[in-house]
């Protein structure tokens, strides 16, 4: 079955950081590009960042500086490494898989994991 | 940055209507139009990509179409389980944009 598994999600204080990961199974994970993609409370979904099969990496102008995205492909995962973490970051943060033949659509996503920033 | 503008953001129906969402973009992007079902707490789940073509597994009910930068999600009757959010996104350049979402709310 194909499956992404997020967690890592946490309370952090404002200015802290935290390292989000994302399991993959079922699947070539090394041969797919993968997203990052939140949601605050009452908010709809926002793309914040991808990597490709190759390790290229893009981010919105919102977040590029504090998030880093990576991927381990030995380890079937990717990961989201945001610092400087703010009031806004809190969402909850969904991983999903791209497949690039088919117009860059997100066919698989995790459940998500859920980030709080607060003091 | 391309912005996607859907519209309604709330939407009352009953099981068995017909309902259309629809999604305009800011500029062209060609036929990289993707739209999700979202119900809280869940995954979001793929329904139709390249504007018009249905996900592997998804009901036929579902129906998209595209003129232009205006696109439309069509459901021809309505079942329970569709009452959920759904979004437009655009995957024609980074950065991916994604429409604010249309709650589709039971009447």
């Known amino acids: 079955e194909v499956q992404l598994v997020e967690s890592g999600g946490d309370l952090v204080q404002p200015g802290g950081s935290l390292r989000l990961s994302c399991a993959a199974s079922g699947f070539i994970f090394s041969s797919y590009d993968m997203h990052w993609v939140r949601q605050a409370a009452g908010k709809g979904l926002e793309w914040v960042s991808s990597?490709?099969?190759?390790?290229?990496?893009h981010y919105p102008g919102s977040v590029m500086g504090r998030f880093t995205i990576s991927r381990e492909n030995a380890k079937n995962s990717v990961y989201l490494q945001i610092n400087s973490l703010r009031a806004e970051d809190t969402a909850v943060y969904y991983c999903?898989?791209?497949?690039?033949?088919?117009?860059?659509?997100?066919?698989?996503w995790g459940e998500g994991t859920t980030v709080i920033v607060s003091s | 940055d391309i912005q996607m503008t859907q519209s309604p953001s709330s939407l009352s129906a009953s099981v068995g209507d017909r309902v259309t969402i629809t999604c305009r973009a800011s500029?062209?992007?060609?036929?990289?139009l993707n739209w999700y079902q979202h119900e809280p707490g869940k995954a979001p789940k793929l329904l139709i990509y390249?504007?018009?073509i249905l996900q592997s597994g998804v009901p036929s009910r579902f129906s998209g179409s595209a003129s232009g930068t205006d696109f439309t999600l069509t459901i021809s009757s309505l079942q329970p389980e569709d009452f959920a959010t759904y979004y437009c996104?655009?995957?024609?350049?980074?950065?991916?944009?994604f429409g604010q979402g249309t709650k589709l709310e039971i009447k």
């Open positions: 996104q655009q995957s024609y350049i980074i950065p991916y944009s």
């Open positions: 990597i490709g099969s190759a390790g290229d990496t």
């Open positions: 390249a504007s018009s």
């Open positions: 500029q062209t992007i060609s036929t990289y």
């Open positions: 999903a898989r791209e497949v690039g033949l088919s117009y860059n659509t997100f066919d698989v």
